[in-house]
C-alpha cells in the first residue's frame, strides 16, 4: 500500500511539476512579452528614445550630401518628446490595436520652415522643377521620421495581430491550467488525507523539480543562442530585444533558485516533524 | 527507536530528492524526443538575425581573381573568389585630371555613401570582365568634380587584388529609374559611375550623371 501510494504522489508531484512550470511560463509571458506597461518601462530602461533619436538624426544627415541642403535645414525637426509620444502610440497601437498617429506633419511643417529660411537667407530663387525635388525631398524626410519611429513599420500588423492571438492563447492557458493545478492539489489532498506531512512532501518535491527545470530552461537557451549578437533591423531595437530576454531570463533564474530553496525546505522539514511526531 | 525513525525520515527526504530528480530527467526526455526539432528550428531562425561571432574574429580572407579558360577564347571569364562582405572596403577610385582619391566600398546603403564610394552589389567586380557600378554623393568631398572629367581622361581602380585602368568614353544625363542607361551585363568591363545632377541641386535629386569607361 505504501508502495502504490508513493508511486501515485510521485506521479502527481510531476503533474504538479509540469503545471507550475507552464503556470510560471505563462504568467511570465502575460507580465512581460504581452504587457504594453512593461515594454514601455523596458524601453524607457534602454534609452531606446534616445537611441531612436540619433538614429533619426543619423537618418536625416544621410540624405544630407545629396539635398544639397547644410546641415541647418535639418536642424530641429524633431524632440525627444514627440520621439517618445510617437514611439510609444505604435507601442500602444500594437496592444490594443489602435490606429497610430505621430507627429509626422510638425516634422514636415519643421522641414519647411527651415527650407524656406535657407532660400531666403541666401536669396535663392528655385525653378518649378527644383520646387518639386523640394517637395519629394520633404516627403522623404517625412518618411525617414515615421520609419525611424515605426520601429518595425511594415511588421506592425502582423506583431499586432500577434499579441492578439498571444493574449487569446495564454487567456485560455491560464484557465485550463489554474483547473488543472487546482484538481491535481484537491487530488494529491485527498490521497493524503490522513497524512499532511507527505502532502507537502509531494509538493515540496513538485517545487525542486521545477525549479530545477527553471535553472535547466535558462541554462539551455543562454548555451544555445547568442543573445548578445542579436540584430533586429536597428541598434536600438536589438539592444531592447537583448535585454528583455536577459530580463526574463533573469527572472526564470531567480524563480528557480527560489523554487529549489522552497521545495528542499519543504521535503526536509515536513521529514523532520514526521521522525518527530514517530 | 529514535534512530530508526532518524533513518526512515532521511531516506523519505532523499526518496523525495530522488522523485523530483527523476521527474526531471523524465519531463527533459520528453521535451527532447517532442520538443527537439522546434527548438532547432527556433535556434537557427535566431542565428539568421544573430551576427556571426566566429565570422568577426576570423581575419578576411584576401579575394582572388582566378581566370577560367574555355575552349575558345570569347569564353573565357573571370571569377573574384573570396569577395569582401557587404559594407567592406575593398578599393580605392582615382581620377587623377579632377584630383578624385575616394574609398570604394562595397555596397550602395547611404550609410556607406556618407564615407565614400559605393559599388552596387549587384555589378561585377573590376577585372571579372562585366559592367561594374560604382555610385557616389555630389557634395564637395565626393564626386561633386565628375561632371568636369573630359571623355579621354583616365580612371583608376586600385585593389588588393590588382590595379585597373579604364579611360573615359561617354558621359550621360539619365533620369533615376531609367536604369537601361546603367545596365550590368558579363558581356564587356565597362565601369560606370555615377552622381546626383545637377549639381547644384537642392531637394531631391532625379537625375544622375552618369561616366562611362572601358578597360584602357
Not at chain 1, 530602461?45 to 537618418?59: A, H, P, S, W
Not at chain 1, 515615421?146 to 491560464?174: C, D, F, L, M, R
Not at chain 1, 492539489?185 to 502532502?199: C, E, P, Q
Not at chain 2, 572629367?149 to 533615376?176: H, L, M, P, R, W
Amino acid at each position: 500500500m505504501k508502495i502504490v501510494k508513493g508511486i501515485i504522489n510521485s506521479i502527481l508531484a510531476f503533474l504538479l511539476c509540469v503545471s507550475f512550470v507552464a503556470g510560471f511560463i505563462v504568467v511570465l509571458l502575460s507580465n512581460t512579452v504581452l504587457n504594453e506597461k512593461y515594454i514601455v518601462e523596458q524601453l524607457a530602461k534602454n534609452q531606446f528614445y534616445e537611441k531612436v533619436e540619433i538614429d533619426l538624426k543619423n537618418g536625416f544627415e544621410e540624405y544630407q550630401y545629396q539635398s544639397g541642403f547644410p546641415e541647418t535645414v535639418f536642424e530641429n525637426l524633431c524632440s525627444r518628446e514627440m520621439i517618445e509620444k510617437d514611439v510609444n502610440r505604435v507601442i500602444e497601437s500594437w496592444y490594443q490595436g489602435t490606429e497610430t498617429v505621430n507627429h509626422s506633419a510638425d516634422v514636415e511643417l519643421q522641414i519647411q520652415a527651415n527650407i524656406e529660411q535657407y532660400l531666403k537667407e541666401n536669396n535663392m530663387d528655385v525653378t518649378e522643377k527644383q520646387q518639386k525635388n523640394i517637395q519629394d525631398f520633404e516627403k522623404m524626410m517625412v518618411q525617414v521620421y515615421e520609419n525611424k519611429v515605426g520601429i518595425v513599420s511594415n511588421y506592425n500588423k502582423q506583431i499586432t495581430k500577434a499579441i492578439e492571438k498571444g493574449k487569446e492563447v495564454i487567456a485560455v492557458a491560464k484557465k485550463v491550467l489554474i483547473g488543472t493545478f487546482v484538481a491535481i492539489l484537491i487530488l494529491t489532498l485527498l490521497i493524503n488525507v490522513k497524512d499532511f506531512l507527505a502532502f507537502v512532501s509531494t509538493i515540496g518535491t513538485s517545487l525542486l523539480a521545477s525549479g530545477i527545470l527553471l535553472e535547466l530552461i535558462q541554462f539551455v537557451i543562454e548555451k544555445n543562442i547568442d543573445i548578445n549578437h542579436i540584430l533586429v533591423f536597428t541598434q536600438a531595437l536589438s539592444d531592447f530585444i537583448k535585454e528583455m530576454i536577459y530580463d526574463v531570463l533573469n527572472k526564470f533564474s531567480w524563480s528557480g533558485i527560489l523554487l529549489i530553496i522552497v521545495g528542499i525546505m519543504s521535503i526536509v522539514v515536513s521529514n523532520c516533524r514526521k521522525e518527530r511526531g514517530n | 527507536m529514535q534512530n530508526k525513525y532518524k533513518k526512515e525520515g532521511l531516506k523519505a527526504t532523499i526518496f523525495y530528492g530522488i522523485v523530483a530528480f527523476l521527474i526531471v530527467i523524465v519531463i527533459c526526455m520528453i521535451s527532447i524526443r517532442f520538443g527537439k526539432e522546434k527548438f532547432l528550428m527556433a535556434t537557427d531562425l535566431v542565428d539568421m538575425i544573430t551576427i556571426d561571432t566566429q565570422k568577426l574574429q576570423e581575419e578576411p580572407i584576401p579575394p582572388v581573381l582566378e581566370n577560367f579558360e574555355e575552349e575558345t577564347e570569347d569564353q573565357n571569364f573571370s571569377v573574384l573568389l573570396n569577395p569582401p562582405d557587404y559594407g567592406a572596403q575593398y578599393a580605392t577610385l582615382k581620377i587623377p585630371s579632377i584630383e578624385i582619391d575616394l574609398p570604394i566600398f562595397y555596397g550602395k546603403t547611404l550609410d556607406l555613401l556618407k564615407k565614400g564610394i559605393g559599388h552596387d552589389n549587384d555589378s561585377y567586380f573590376p577585372g571579372e570582365g562585366g559592367s561594374i557600378v560604382l555610385m557616389g554623393h555630389n557634395y564637395s568631398k565626393f564626386l561633386r568634380k565628375l561632371p568636369q572629367a573630359k571623355i579621354g581622361d583616365e580612371i583608376q581602380i586600385s585593389t588588393n587584388y590588382g590595379e585597373f585602368i579604364y579611360q573615359i568614353y561617354d558621359t550621360q544625363i539619365v533620369n533615376e529609374y531609367d536604369t537601361d542607361k546603367v545596365p550590368i551585363t558579363d558581356q564587356e568591363e565597362i565601369l560606370m559611375i555615377y552622381t546626383c545632377w545637377p549639381i547644384n541641386n537642392v531637394g531631391y535629386a532625379t537625375e544622375r550623371y552618369v561616366v562611362y569607361s572601358k578597360v584602357m
